[in-house]
């Protein structure tokens, strides 16, 4: 079973917006992790964020943390045609090693 | 550095006949985790090797198996294909175990299509 779910399941939204998606988890977490996929490729990391942190940014990408209400947002901020992708979230239980994953949310960037 | 490679990229299978994917990871990581991903199920854990052990099993049967060699390279064998088996499989290499603190880092994946 998957832990992480994502929200919105699909996000389409002109180039030039921003984006915004959601990730929600059921138990406690050590950190919880975002990564990108482009059609039929293999998944790129893009962020980890501790159980500890709030708040992570890496370009124009910007992750927050709320650790009480088990969830994650992931903000992409000028959107371009080239972040038209699908966003995974993933989060680690801790003791057994292993990445929890959600569905994903697919996003469309319209020209 | 080089990335995690994956081979072959593509491949056809007939049903019943098995199939060997093999991966090797960025140099200096010694873990390897191997995935499945359907549009119906999404992206799914199959096993991870840490050092040539299997450190963690996903849900599948029998037929999925994997391997770890001493140089940290990985392949998975899917025996007695069902059509099922079509998929995406995905190798991710960490330098510890579980992705944990460092992230995965994706292979490019070989789409295996059974028929």
């Known amino acids: 079973s998957q832990q992480g779910e994502e929200d919105p399941q699909a996000l389409s939204i002109q180039e030039g917006e921003n984006a915004t998606m959601n990730c929600s988890y059921k138990t406690s977490i050590n950190n919880l992790q975002w990564y990108r996929q482009n059609s039929g490729r293999g998944l790129v990391h893009l962020i980890l964020i501790r159980s500890n942190e709030r708040e992570k940014h890496s370009g124009r990408l910007r992750v927050t943390l709320d650790t009480s209400k088990k969830s994650s947002s992931l903000l992409i901020t000028a959107s371009r045609a080239a972040d038209t992708a699908s966003y995974f979230c993933a989060t680690d239980q801790g003791s057994n090693y292993q990445l929890i994953w959600g569905a994903g949310t697919k996003l469309i960037i319209k020209p | 550095k080089a990335g995690v490679t994956q081979t072959p990229r593509y491949l056809i299978k007939t049903r019943g006949q098995q199939v060997t994917l093999s991966c090797s990871p960025i140099s200096g990581h010694r873990s390897v985790s191997w995935y499945q991903q359907t549009p119906g199920q999404g992206l799914q854990f199959l096993f991870e090797?840490?050092?040539?052990?299997?450190?963690n099993k996903g849900n599948f049967p029998g037929r999925f198996s994997g391997r770890q060699f001493s140089n940290s390279r990985s392949e998975m064998n899917v025996s007695t294909l069902e059509l099922g088996d079509s998929a995406l499989y995905l190798c991710?290499?960490?330098?510890?175990?579980?992705?944990?603190?460092?992230?995965?880092?994706f292979g490019s994946g070989t789409r295996l299509t059974v028929v």
């Open positions: 090797y840490f050092s040539e052990t299997q450190r």
């Open positions: 991710a290499s960490s330098p510890q175990a579980g992705g944990l603190n460092y992230g995965y880092t």
